[in-house]
């Protein structure tokens, strides 16, 4: 079984509907992550926590919003979603406890569109 | 802010071929992540390597660290259709922040 869960998998919606995705882990980390890929930018930051009642923003929170229901789960919420939005998106954990070297770990991604 | 360049942007090499990618930083590396992604899937961590000079290896990946450079570099011993993907590399900026910066990534091609 996979580590690190997102749903949906793949998502098309349309131009101001608000959409979650959710991402579950077994790992029992502590450090939660959202990011977003877009072809010629690489991966950048959307959102992250590192407990259950910590949340930052990262370099592009505009137009999202996070949510940490509990240790295992972080979720990413677009309020009202926009074309621009259209990417592939990944969720990642890690932890300094167990890993000196803090490497993320990643999910399998929720490729997103826009219309 | 740090940045990190990656080049080559894209890479097409025969099957058996070496190839080599690097990863140079806009400031001092305290260490440096590199990952592989299969086309629209998820990173699978490589390696870390944490000290100037470091070399590390995974079967027929090796990957350095020149901190004097502020660079690394990842090699792959002769290449197979196994090894296509991108690979990104990642790092902490100076001064401890605890988010992690990726460069665009270098895009591998294996022809057999």
């Known amino acids: 079984d996979a580590d690190v869960t997102q749903t949906p998998r793949n998502r098309i919606t349309k131009t101001g509907k608000r959409i979650m995705l959710e991402c579950s882990q077994t790992?029992?980390?502590?450090?939660m992550y959202w990011y977003r890929q877009d072809p010629g930018l690489g991966l950048r930051l959307i959102y992250y926590?590192?407990?259950?009642?910590?949340?930052n923003k990262g370099e592009i929170s505009d137009g999202y919003s996070v949510s940490r229901q509990a240790q295992a789960k972080f979720s990413l919420s677009l309020e009202s979603a926009i074309p621009n939005q259209t990417a592939l998106y990944f969720c990642?954990?890690?932890?300094?406890?167990?890993?000196?070297?803090?490497?993320?770990?990643f999910g399998p991604g929720t490729r997103l569109t826009v219309l | 802010s740090q940045e990190l360049e990656q080049s080559p942007q894209s890479l097409i090499v025969q099957e058996g071929k070496n190839l080599t990618i690097n990863c140079t930083s806009s400031k001092t590396l305290y260490g440096l992540y590199w990952y592989k992604q299969k086309y629209g899937e998820g990173l699978i961590f490589l390696m870390m390597l944490q000290k100037g000079g470091e070399e590390k290896s995974h079967e027929k990946i090796t990957a350095k660290l020149d901190e004097k450079k502020q660079q690394s570099s990842l090699h792959i011993t002769a290449s197979q259709p196994s090894h296509a993907g991108i690979y990104l590399c990642?790092?902490?900026?100076?001064?401890?922040?605890?988010?992690?910066?990726f460069g665009k990534g270098t895009k591998l091609t294996v022809n057999p």
């Open positions: 926590s590192f407990d259950v009642k910590d949340i």
């Open positions: 990642a954990t890690s932890d300094l406890r167990t890993s000196g070297t803090n490497e993320q770990f």
């Open positions: 790992k029992g980390h502590d450090r």
């Open positions: 990642g790092a902490f900026p100076q001064g401890g922040s605890e988010k992690l910066v």
